[in-house]
């Protein structure tokens, strides 16, 4: 059976474009209806209670949209916010947290595992927790990058700036030996090659798009909700809360993609 209703990804920006763009490889039949958050970003130094209700109200939207299944594909509310969105709704909502501690421990050879994220992500200890509840001999190193997210939010992410901010960042995890980096940010990627050139080649880096998007294509599968009649690289939404235009700009000077073509504006406060 075809099921043809979008699949709803929300992130504070453009960072949940590395999971759109992972849709696109692994559910390329697949409908894409997309909320950034960018009236509100960055989501890193919110409190709990404020991350909960934005991702409340961006659930509620995307329902009211019609979407079969959510990508909560920032890790700032996945970590503090998604129990309670699955209490709330009935519909599967996916968070990338998971995902990424999966993946970091079963490519990690040292133990010594870091995780750079936002300050919120981090205070929540989340990824520390769950790696330890699978593997107790784990050694985690967490750092907070409260500058990653604005500099991708404008586009820099190679510039000399961005390179003297990320070493300094990064540092600490170079001294500790990590030999897996978690991305526990979904506008992280975007940096990889900064970040890969600083940390070393031998150091592996874990985006948890990869797996995230795989799990949502089991439930979708297990669901028999598997869209099959879409034509491939048409027919997404974009919705964000700021500027659609700066939208629009940064997102199509990371991807490459000239999907971004109409960007509305819904203010949801």
Known sequence: MSYDHPIGVFDSGVGGLTVF??????LPRERVVYFGDTGHVPYGGRSPEE???FADSITAFLIEQGVKLILDACNSTSSVALP?????YEIPIIGVVEAGVKMALQVTRNGKIGIIATEATIKSGVHRRLILEREPKAEVF????????PLV???NVDG???????AEYLFPLKQAGVDTLIFGCTHYPYLAPVV????GKEVALVDPAVETVRQAKEILIRMNKLSEGIKPGFNHTFYVSGSPEQFKRVARQLTGLGLIE????VILD
């Not at 967490?142 to 997210?149: D, E, K, M, R």
């Not at 890969?196 to 940390?199: G, K, N, P, R, S």
Request: proline fraction near 5%.
């Open 160 to 166: 000399p700036e961005t390179r003297r901010v990320a």
């Open 262 to 265: 109409e960007v509305k504006q």
């Open 196 to 199: 890969q050139e600083i940390m």
């Open 153 to 155: 939010e404008a586009g």
């Open 21 to 26: 763009q992972e849709i696109l490889k692994q």
């Open 84 to 88: 309670y969105l699955q209490a709330r």
């Open 142 to 149: 967490g750092q907070a990058c409260p500058l990653f997210v």
């Open 51 to 53: 991350l909960i209700r």
